[in-house]
């Protein structure tokens, strides 16, 4: 019997009782009858799939990239932060993110509103010590706002982190107490400057940038490239190596002082609502007052780095969530060949591998914050967590882009600015390959750094 003299009661016989039941209340079945004899198998078996799925007003899950529910068990004031930081990015960020993108410049108006926020209290304390669960609330943080804008979590980062903890760690009393309050409420911006342009995984051994000490004062002379927030910063902390003792010192360096110029990099493809700045220091005076006053060497660099680290393979899991959570909600309504792409086997693989790496990469990082914040957390631990959120992300990225096809390059889509900031987050605060010896050094007892 050919498709098109197929009888409607074989088609019938096919659906369940309550496909039936809800077939004989909506439609007039005579006249049901009379259009089925003329469909094709394929139209009667789309029909039949609708049917017995309860119709095409079926209500979709929404996109939710926490499959486990991993982050239900979170404390009400960890829900309340993440709560008002989803809130922010969606009221405040993603209507003006593509605009500021494409002019590749941080929005400033969005410091007042961030204030409003104040996050930074949620993971320090006036003193500078940190909250019993700061890693865990610092992730919530960076997760939230990487699912919307990579960037916005990045100057956060900066400010809240390396900045912070440059002085928290290595700053005197007195240096506390004078900047440590204006950082919390967001009245002095600050930078971090350790990557140089000749040397990023090589810095603690190569630093190019040095300090002299001549009477009250240090004399600085190098270059920092990739600085966050050093633009618009009231101060960057530099760290130079001492000419005559060879130590690392950290320096506050205010904005305005002679002999330390900025220069905006331009021409990026990732992070481009970030600015980074490339440091000039030719003969820069800074007095002793502000040289901080606690480092004691690499060490204190080392110790602001590992604080910060748990921090970027957040950024990881938040951006390949929110890559996944587009592409799921685009394959959902995205229509071709007559039904949504969805409902593609092959979207789907994508649409679970997806969901897989964000998955793994959201328990790593949780687990990492509970070590980190019981003072359990060693190198490798945050190494392997940078490695492997870093890695899970750029794979996630790229089959949700993949999922958008040809719609996947534009920026009103987001998932293309996902796509490209993920570039970034896997190679900076540590590349891929420094972090992975850096865990094979810890497995094996054995180093392989040349």
């Not at 990023?200 to 004399?219: E, H, K, L, P, Y």
């Not at 080392?302 to 990881?316: D, I, M, N, Y």
Request: proline residues 3%.
């Amino acid at each position: 019997m050919t498709s098109s003299s197929k009888l409607p009661m074989e088609w019938l016989a096919q659906l369940d009782l309550e496909a039936l039941g809800r077939l004989s209340q909506k439609v007039d079945l005579p006249a049901l009858l009379g259009a089925a004899s003329r469909m094709s198998d394929g139209d009667l078996r789309q029909l039949s799939r609708m049917l017995a799925g309860g119709g095409p007003t079926r209500a979709l899950p929404e996109p939710n990239g926490d499959f486990y529910g991993q982050l239900g068990d979170l404390t009400p004031e960890q829900q309340a932060v993440r709560t008002a930081v989803r809130g922010f990015m969606a009221a405040q960020v993603a209507p003006i993110m593509n605009d500021y993108w494409s002019r590749d410049e941080f929005p400033r108006q969005l410091l007042p509103e961030l204030r409003k926020l104040d996050l930074l209290r949620r993971v320090w304390n006036e003193d500078g010590t940190r909250k019993p669960d700061a890693t865990v609330m610092e992730g919530l943080i960076t997760l939230e706002a990487c699912r919307v804008d990579v960037s916005t979590a990045v100057f956060f980062g900066v400010h809240a982190g390396l900045a912070f903890a440059s002085i928290a760690l290595g700053g005197s009393d007195a240096q506390k107490a004078e900047w440590l309050p204006k950082m919390l409420d967001l009245e002095a911006v600050g930078a971090f400057g350790l990557t140089e342009p000749e040397g990023g995984s090589q810095v603690s051994q190569g630093m190019r940038t040095t300090c002299r000490r001549d009477g009250d004062a240090w004399v600085l002379n190098g270059e920092k490239k990739w600085i966050g927030n050093s633009t618009f910063s009231d101060f960057t902390v530099i760290w130079a190596r001492d000419v005559d003792s060879g130590e690392v010192r950290g320096f506050i360096v205010r904005a305005g002082t002679p002999g330390y110029r900025v220069r905006k990099i331009e021409g990026k493809i990732a992070l481009r609502m970030v600015e980074n700045g490339q440091i000039t220091l030719e003969d820069c005076r800074v007095p002793d007052s502000d040289r901080l006053q606690e480092v004691r060497g690499w060490r204190t660099t080392a110790e602001v780095l590992r604080l910060t680290r748990a921090g970027v393979a957040w950024q990881g899991v938040g951006c390949a969530l929110g890559a996944y959570e587009l592409a799921l909600k685009y394959a959902q309504t995205r229509e071709q060949f007559g039904k949504p792409i969805g409902s593609f086997q092959l979207i789907q693989n994508h649409l679970v591998h997806m969901l897989g790496n964000v998955t793994g990469a959201l328990a790593l990082c949780l687990r990492l914050s509970h070590m980190a914040d019981a003072g359990q957390m060693r190198d490798e631990h945050a190494a392997l967590a940078k490695v492997v959120t870093a890695a899970r992300c750029r794979e996630t990225v790229a089959l949700a882009r993949e999922t958008f096809g040809g719609n996947g390059i534009l920026l009103e889509y987001g998932v293309a600015k996902h796509f490209a900031d993920t570039e970034a987050i896997y190679s900076y605060e540590g590349t891929n390959e420094i972090n992975t010896l850096v865990v094979g050094r810890a497995i094996t007892g054995l180093s392989a750094f040349v």
